[in-house]
């Protein structure tokens, strides 16, 4: 039991990885692809408006698969696996992080960047300072089941060969003739998921002064 639950949490360890990063470097992209979607310039919102469809269209099991092998066909080359896998996690969460930002984004008052504007502020300076506070607060909720659709997702990286948390779970399982390895992965999820709910509710009770 011991060296199982020793396993496990190396394998936590690389799904807390794939986690962290695809969420510092979605959430920033998201916020890029956002604004691109609501572009005054036809071409780019349509070329975002389609990367979004796919990306949203489209299985992440999919993706990873395609990011994986499809620069080997058509470039031959080839990439580290845990690369493959965070590239295609934040092309993925960025285009659904970028979809709840443009509802809130779209959610606040046209007004609040005219008085911005009138007070003498720079449309960067009031959309950083006025706006996207507001934005953060009503996004919120949203933003937090993405987030922990993340932290489950983490799994699909087995079918790269990333050996994370589920796969190492499963090796375990078969090795064992057993399902109990299976089980402890789901009390692993189930803590990790709890940190992150109870993270987003401390942030909604920060931003309760936004009403």
Known sequence: MAKMLLLMAEGSLTSLKVFALTLVLSLPLGLLVAKGRMSRIGIVRGLVDLYIQIMRGTPLILQLIFVYFAPYYVFHISWNRFTAVIIAFVVNYAAYFAEIYRGGIQSIDRGQYEAGKVLGFSRTYTFFHIILPQVVKR????????????????????TIGVAELFRVAQNEAS???????LFVAGV???IMNYVVSKCFQLGEKKLDYYR
Do not use: H
Not at 139 to 158: H, M
Not at 175 to 181: G, K, L
């Open 188 to 190: 692993f999820y189930f």
């Open 175 to 181: 090795r064992t003739f057993s399902t109990m390895p």
């Open 139 to 158: 996004i919120l909720p949203a933003l937090g089941n993405e987030v922990i659709t993340l932290v489950k997702d983490t799994a699909l990286a087995q």
